[in-house]
């Protein structure tokens, strides 16, 4: 059963457009959600957070939505560049997990920026 | 410069063979992750330890072996009971309150 969901596995957009990937979870006791880009052979690198607190978080051209009441968040990329193609993974957990603490990580959405 | 060192960057592993791969960090975190990756597939969690000589399985233990002797290491053996061990691992250490998970590059295994 996938808690974290992300129905889109791919998303092509224009250079300097804004893109947009999808995030939606299950799990109401989430409190804490991340964004993770990954280039292949490499790891993923951290991004963006947001805490079930806030419903904005941006950092950049990065800009992460939380909408609590329908258990979905976005990331918004504006503008978008050709360096921005990657794999971007969604995360949750709950802080109040304590000693079990894991992220759950959603499948990807593969963004492809086109010049 | 703090960070999380995989090593080796490339595995190869015969058949019956057990092979161990390593994971250290300089960040001082407490908790520390093994993933694996599957080509077009996204993160499935192995094993995982909140704390020195504790661990806990993830979603995909079995065949695998992990020990925490030390804060700063986390290796993980990949048995002979893993029958489909070709995938790429990442590890991952976070430190406590509200804080992202830190990757290293990642071990690619492979069967010979």
């Known amino acids: 059963d996938q808690q974290v969901k992300q129905n889109s596995p791919s998303l092509s957009v224009q250079e300097g457009r804004i893109s947009i990937l999808n995030c939606d979870y299950t799990?109401?006791?989430?409190?804490?959600f991340l964004w993770y880009k990954k280039y292949p052979a490499e790891g993923p690198t951290f991004l963006i957070s947001?805490?079930?607190i806030k419903d904005k978080n941006e950092d950049g051209r990065f800009t992460v939505f939380l909408n609590k009441s329908a258990k979905h968040l976005s990331l918004h990329i504006v503008p978008s560049q050709p360096g921005d193609s990657a794999v971007y993974f969604c995360?949750?957990?709950?802080?109040?997990?304590?000693?079990?603490?894991?992220?759950?990580w959603g499948l990807g959405t593969s963004l492809a920026v086109n010049p | 410069d703090g960070g999380i060192t995989q090593s080796p960057k490339y595995l190869f592993r015969k058949e019956g063979q057990n092979v161990t791969l390593s994971c250290e960090q300089n960040?001082?975190?407490?908790?520390m992750y093994w993933y694996r990756q599957d080509p077009g597939q996204g993160l499935r969690l192995i094993y995982y330890?909140?704390?020195?000589?504790?661990?806990q399985k993830g979603d995909i233990a079995e065949g695998y072996s992990v020990s925490r002797e030390k804060k700063e290491s986390f290796p993980l053996t990949v048995t002979s009971a893993q029958k489909n061990p070709t995938a790429f691992y990442l590890c991952?250490?976070?430190?406590?309150?509200?804080?992202?998970?830190?990757f290293g590059d990642g071990t690619r295994l492979s069967i010979l």
């Open positions: 991952a250490s976070m430190g406590r309150g509200n804080q992202p998970q830190h």
């Open positions: 960040l001082n975190h407490d908790a």
């Open positions: 330890s909140q704390i020195v000589n504790d661990f």
């Open positions: 799990n109401s006791m989430f409190d804490y």
């Open positions: 947001i805490s079930s």
């Open positions: 995360a949750s957990y709950s802080f109040n997990a304590g000693n079990n603490r894991k992220l759950i």
